[in-house]
């Protein structure tokens, strides 16, 4: 995934360029499709582009003690 993001006062010091302050730059970030745990799914999502709905519900977190989380 592609972010327009604008360089910011500290992010801008701590790389040692601060001649970028406040300039809009290209960021690519990884997404993870499965990265929600907290709901149960029926299967796993390969691809934003493949047209395929997954099924999921909420986990109960009731049911489980905190050791096991």
């Not at 592609?2 to 801008?12: E, I, P, Q």
């Not at 029926?42 to 049911?63: A, D, H, T, Y």
């Amino acid at each position: 995934m592609k972010v327009l993001r604008v360089n910011r006062l500290r992010t801008a010091i701590l790389s040692d360029s601060i001649g970028d302050i406040g300039k809009f730059s290209t960021v690519e970030r990884m997404v993870n499709l499965n990265a929600d745990r907290k709901r149960l799914w029926l299967g796993r999502i390969e691809s934003m582009n493949g047209g395929v709905m997954n099924e999921s519900m909420p986990i109960s977190m009731n049911q489980f003690k905190k050791y096991q989380i």
